[in-house]
């Protein structure tokens, strides 16, 4: 069973998403803010990650950096659900190594639950 990280300090929505998640079979670690999500990261060794960019105690942009630079993290596959809907946020947390972008608004949770279905199974998010 694949575990997911899904790290979102809004706690009606990460329990939204831990739930439809795990009606899916997917294994669920929540982080509610940066600091919490690095050591998760850490401990749990998750399959992927869902990451949101407004995070307190350290950002989602922050987190991504970290990861990224971290030998054992780096390879770990980032989708960031954000609200931050901007060109240039966008562009900034896929220069840092996320797979994909969602904004919140925009993207029912059975959407994302494919995307990330379909990149651990094949591998990529197309």
């Known amino acids: 069973m694949e575990k997911i990280l899904i790290v979102e300090d809004e ?5 939204v998403l ?3 998640f795990s009606l899916h079979k997917f294994d669920i670690v929540v982080a509610y803010n940066g600091e919490e999500a ?4 850490r401990s749990e060794k998750p399959d992927f990650v869902l990451l949101d960019l407004l995070l307190p105690k ?3 942009f922050e987190v991504l950096k970290q990861m990224k ?5 780096q390879e770990i596959p980032v ?7 901007q060109d240039e ?17 925009q993207h029912p949770i059975k959407e994302i639950i494919e995307k990330v279905r379909h990149f651990l199974l094949q591998g ?3």
């Open 58 to 60: 350290m950002d989602g």
């Open 11 to 15: 706690i009606a929505l990460s329990e």
């Open 18 to 20: 831990r739930d439809e």
């Open 38 to 41: 690095m050591r998760k990261l």
């Open 89 to 105: 946020d966008i562009k900034e947390a896929m220069k840092l190594g996320a797979v994909d972008y969602f904004v919140k608004t």
């Open 124 to 126: 990529n998010v197309e």
């Open 69 to 73: 630079s971290d030998e054992e993290l």
């Open 79 to 85: 989708i960031v659900l954000s609200n931050l809907g």
